[in-house]
């Protein structure tokens, strides 16, 4: 809450752990409010400061934001248009084409409705394993926590080993997928501003797999030398981001949108022939 009043500097007073309530804007005379939430301050010399023992924080509003002190993090992540089909639906990849943002453009065809749609999805440039005219399903769906979506773009040619696999995660509070799991693990650190005005703590991820353990940063990837949801020989973990969103404004994308901890993810799996 930012308070001013005539001989004081702005001054912002924040305090956690309690339900949403509407603070009055006037009060009659004689009339306390309600008491759950209140905060009682008083003036020291020219600045306000807390009854001791409220647990408040009272601070002078800055006109700037200071350097982050946290931890450097990526701001990639795993973004895709909605795509909704009938499960096991077969599409024959026609192109593939990336944007200048980075961004990835794929026209597909249904083959058995033979109309062609159109897929949109933002994920690192080496993530898609397949080639024009490669046989795919394709599923847009809640992750396997249900706390994020997940888009999997499967390969049908072939063996199963030596099929291609794209799967992202985006939100998700934690990664499970068949054998592999990654945890989201913020920092302690006073927060990083994002552009839209979102205040984040970023996060640490540690990835567990029968054959790998290990700690990621956000941009880091882990290559993991079997197949993962039974396609292909070898996969590769990208952990895109993660961070707990501590101050979420409406107009930020909807994963800062939301406070809590979200992550996204990218695992990719490599058939035999494949470039990792």
Same mark, same amino acid.
């Given at each position: 809450?930012?308070?001013?009043?005539?001989?004081?500097?702005?001054?912002?007073?924040?305090?956690?752990?309690?339900?949403?309530? !509407?603070?009055?804007?006037?009060?009659?005379? $004689?009339? +306390? /409010?309600? %008491?759950?939430? *209140?905060?009682? &301050?008083?003036?020291?010399?020219?600045?306000?400061?807390?009854?001791?023992?409220?647990?408040?924080?009272?601070?002078?509003?800055?006109?700037?934001?200071?350097?982050?002190?946290?931890?450097?993090?990526?701001?990639?992540?795993?973004?895709?248009?909605?795509?909704?089909?009938?499960?096991?639906?077969?599409?024959?990849?026609?192109?593939?084409?990336?944007?200048?943002?980075?961004?990835f453009g794929l026209r597909?065809?249904?083959?058995?409705?033979?109309?062609m749609r159109s897929l949109?999805?933002?994920?690192?440039?080496?993530?898609?394993?397949?080639?024009?005219?490669?046989?795919?399903?394709?599923?847009?769906?809640?992750?396997?926590?249900? !706390?994020?979506?997940?888009?999997?773009?499967? $390969?049908? +040619? /072939?063996? %199963?080993?030596? *099929?291609?696999? &794209?799967?992202?995660?985006?939100?998700?509070?934690?990664?499970?997928?068949?054998?592999?799991?990654?945890?989201?693990?913020?920092?302690?650190?006073?927060?990083?501003?994002?552009?839209?005005?979102?205040?984040?703590?970023?996060?640490?991820?540690?990835?567990?797999?029968?054959?790998?353990?290990?700690?990621?940063?956000?941009?880091?990837?882990?290559?993991?030398?079997?197949?993962?949801?039974?396609?292909?020989?070898?996969?590769?973990?990208?952990?895109?981001?993660?961070?707990?969103?501590?101050?979420?404004?409406?107009?930020?994308?909807?994963?800062?949108?939301?406070?809590?901890?979200?992550?996204?993810?990218?695992?990719?799996?490599?058939?035999?022939?494949?470039?990792?």
């Amino acid at each position: 809450m930012l308070l001013q009043a005539d001989g004081l500097d702005d001054t912002v007073v924040a305090w956690s752990s309690l339900a949403p309530q !509407t603070v009055p804007a006037t009060l009659a005379e $004689g009339d +306390d /409010g309600d %008491p759950i939430g *209140r905060v009682t &301050l008083f003036r020291r010399d020219a600045e306000l400061v807390p009854v001791p023992g409220t647990g408040v924080e009272v601070g002078t509003l800055a006109e700037s934001v200071r350097p982050s002190l946290c931890p450097s993090a990526t701001d990639a992540s795993a973004e895709w248009s909605a795509f909704t089909a009938p499960f096991g639906r077969v599409y024959r990849v026609d192109t593939i084409d990336l944007g200048p943002d980075g961004c990835f453009g794929l026209r597909v065809t249904d083959v058995m409705a033979r109309s062609m749609r159109s897929l949109f999805l933002c994920a690192p440039s080496s993530a898609v394993p397949f080639a024009p005219g490669a046989n795919v399903t394709i599923e847009d769906t809640p992750d396997e926590t249900n !706390t994020g979506r997940m888009l999997r773009i499967a $390969g049908l +040619d /072939g063996e %199963p080993a030596s *099929r291609s696999s &794209l799967t992202l995660f985006a939100g998700v509070e934690r990664l499970s997928f068949r054998e592999l799991s990654a945890s989201i693990d913020p920092v302690e650190c006073d927060g990083e501003r994002q552009s839209c005005g979102a205040l984040t703590l970023p996060a640490l991820s540690t990835v567990t797999h029968p054959t790998v353990r290990t700690a990621l940063h956000a941009g880091d990837v882990v290559a993991i030398d079997t197949p993962i949801g039974g396609l292909g020989t070898r996969s590769r973990l990208v952990y895109a981001r993660g961070e707990r969103v501590i101050f979420a404004p409406s107009a930020c994308e909807p994963a800062r949108a939301a406070l809590g901890v979200h992550g996204d993810f990218v695992l990719m799996t490599y058939g035999n022939g494949g470039t990792p």
